[in-house]
């Protein structure tokens, strides 16, 4: 059993193509695990309490409650639209949820890890977390305004788990995946963990905590939340699921980066004093970017997943964001890379692939899809490759890298398309070959039969749509029981799965056109070196120009550079190693000549030299 969750969202903002990237992360690695015969749960939901949802609602007017039955159902909407498969749907407000959270609680407490005291301290309200002055930056937690807060509150003892937490990590070594990011949080516990303010009085949408006589406590958001991932696993409830999901499965818990420590620290140390076993790894993923800048409201660059389904389909969105992002690294979506994506991918490996060999298939053997002759030692080499990749694929796949698992795929469908230039299927059928064209045309259908299946957790629709014009009517769950293709199988219509974007790639060359460009020729003909400063004087009757005197590693010479303005102490210049253009025409200024250009940058009106490191000898040339 593999219980796979997604973070729960605030029901806050509108989703955007990072909040959808994890969900859609989740969903295909759901999908991969049914297709190769796992039996899976998996979880999405919101998280409806907290000061930031109060707030909201405030602002729009309406009750919190109205306000989070109006956002949540935007979130169902959505995950439909980019065909989430999830078999349950969490709203913290659910009762389900709310005793679940009330169990968790009594349990730590009743094993001596809340205590009662007073926070006093900064607290961030649009992340929902409590900040130490350490992490602030210009009064501000990661840009964000921060609040003081006292107020009495229950603490949860987290600074006893610090020791427990980095054995569990030694000892998991698939815990936290990718591995590199272990370092990171490995580094913040041994800063020294401080215990967690688990309650707040100050406003009142959450869960109401019954341990003591105190009142008028609702549970920290983070730690409500949290919980949503045992209310979903029927914790407390059910024990039979509970055991056959948690305690037997395999728990995946997929995060952004920025929410990793909530998952590998806090939640592991909660489950910890709960007596619950832990999940058995966390995926962080990296950011999402925009043509190269952080996506924010105030930049107007926020990218809506479903303006993007409707431009392109859910499949070609799904595909580009797995393709095209490397697990736990950051990611740049731009349009242009999507559309090189899509004709290059998918158009042509993909769909390519499949059309040539259904018209070929008709042009050679009519709708009929003959049986196999014998195979050769080119054939086998396939069926070789294909059995690699089925299994390279899974173990991708339980990683969760799916930009390798597609990889792989891909090395397939070009072998496949190498095939058809290999053995040319046209001579073939020219030269009366049948036998040997039977075997051809039998093992390019039976490729695409299997790479249906195998791309069907991303190209969702379009993996059923090949299967259709392969004329496969039966179509698998599991992937170990889809056999081989069945010979004498009548082909469906032809018709392209995935057309190319010719239009759109028009457009981007258009875009890539430049005003007043100069070609290659033109700029090599500039030759910039390496040059060091020997002397530097000022110009008399100048108050601009410096004069220099520089060492262009053959000879020396002397260029004059209005920059004087901008070095108060330009004697300091001298040793320095910087660039200069050496074949410029000399000139003569003030009555000085100048044999050279120095080169400079500008910044909000500051003009520097531009410093080569000491590693560079004199003379070098700038190469490009
Ligand atoms: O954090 N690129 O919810 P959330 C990639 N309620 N991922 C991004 C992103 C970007 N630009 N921006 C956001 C919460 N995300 C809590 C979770 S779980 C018990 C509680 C990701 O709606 C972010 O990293 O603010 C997180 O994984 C997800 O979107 C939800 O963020």
Same mark, same amino acid.
């Given at each position: 059993m593999k219980y796979i969750t997604t973070p729960i969202y605030y029901p806050n903002a509108k989703a955007h193509i990072g909040t959808a990237y994890t969900t859609i992360l989740c969903d295909t690695l759901a999908r991969y695990e049914r297709l190769y015969g796992q039996e899976v749960k998996f979880l999405t939901g919101t998280d409806e309490h907290g000061q930031k949802i109060q707030e909201s609602a405030e602002k729009n007017k309406v009750t919190p409650q109205q306000w989070v039955d109006k956002m949540s159902k935007d979130f169902i909407d959505l995950w439909k639209a980019l065909s989430i498969s999830n078999d349950d749907f969490i709203r913290t407000t659910e009762q389900r949820h709310i005793d679940t959270v009330q169990k968790i609680l009594q349990k730590v407490y009743d094993n001596g890890d809340i205590y009662l005291g007073e926070y006093k301290g900064k607290y961030c309200v649009s992340e929902e977390t409590f900040v130490t002055e350490s992490q602030l930056v210009d009064g501000k937690y990661m840009g964000k305004e921060v609040i003081e807060v006292s107020e009495p509150s229950y603490f949860f003892r987290l600074s006893k788990y610090a020791d427990k937490l980095l054995k569990y990590y030694e000892e998991h070594d698939d815990f936290i995946i990718p591995k590199q990011r272990k370092n990171e949080l490995i580094a913040f516990i041994n800063q020294g963990l401080q215990d967690l303010s688990i309650s707040r009085t100050s406003f009142n949408w959450g869960i109401p905590i019954n341990l003591t006589e105190e009142k008028n406590h609702i549970v920290y958001v983070w730690f409500d939340a949290l919980t949503n991932y045992l209310t979903g696993a029927k914790y407390g409830t059910d024990e039979e699921y509970f055991n056959h999901v948690w305690n037997n499965g395999d728990i995946y818990h997929f995060v952004g980066k920025d929410i990793l420590r909530f998952h590998a620290i806090i939640w592991p140390a909660m489950l910890m004093s709960a007596g619950i076993k832990l999940p058995d790894h966390i995926v962080a993923h990296g950011w999402w970017t925009v043509n190269g800048e952080k996506m924010s409201k105030s930049l107007g660059n926020v990218v809506d997943p479903i303006e993007e389904v409707e431009k392109y389909g859910v499949d070609a969105f799904r595909y580009f964001l797995l393709r095209e992002s490397t697990l736990g690294q950051d990611a740049d979506y731009s349009e242009n890379q999507m559309v090189l994506r899509i004709n290059a991918d998918l158009a042509n490996d993909l769909g390519n692939l499949l059309n040539r060999t259904l018209g070929m298939q008709k042009k050679y053997f009519g709708e009929v899809v003959k049986e196999s002759g014998e195979r050769t030692e080119i054939e086998n080499g396939i069926y070789e490759l294909y059995n690699e990749v089925l299994k390279d694929v899974y173990s991708k796949v339980e990683e969760a890298n799916f930009s390798k698992a597609l990889e792989s795929i891909w090395k397939l469908i070009s072998r496949m398309n190498k095939y058809i230039d290999e053995t040319m299927p046209w001579n073939l059928f020219k030269e009366n070959n049948l036998d040997r064209l039977r075997t051809v045309m039998y093992t390019l259908f039976d490729m695409i039969y299997k790479c249906s299946y195998l791309v069907s957790p991303v190209l969702i629709d379009s993996s059923k749509k090949m299967l259709n014009q392969l004329g496969v009517v039966d179509i698998k769950t599991n992937i170990y029981e889809i056999g081989d293709y069945v010979p004498n199988t009548k082909i469906g219509n032809a018709s392209p799965i995935f057309p190319r974007i010719e239009k759109k790639e028009k457009e981007f060359d258009d875009e890539l056109k430049i005003q007043d460009a100069i070609n290659i020729d033109d700029f090599s003909k500039v030759k910039i070196s390496v040059v060091e400063i020997l002397k530097v004087s000022e110009v008399e009757s100048s108050d601009r120009l410096l004069k220099f005197i520089v060492d262009t590693g053959k000879e020396k010479r002397q260029i004059l550079s209005g920059i004087k303005h901008y070095y $108060?102490?330009?004697? $300091?210049?001298?040793?320095k190693k910087v660039l200069a253009v050496l074949n410029l025409e000399p000139v003569k200024l003030v009555g000085n000549i100048s044999q050279g250009m120095l080169l400079t940058t500008e910044q909000k009106k500051n003009v520097r030299l531009i410093e080569i490191s000491d590693e560079v000898k004199v003379g070098a040339k700038v190469k490009w």
């Open positions: $108060k102490e330009p004697k $300091k210049l001298v040793g």
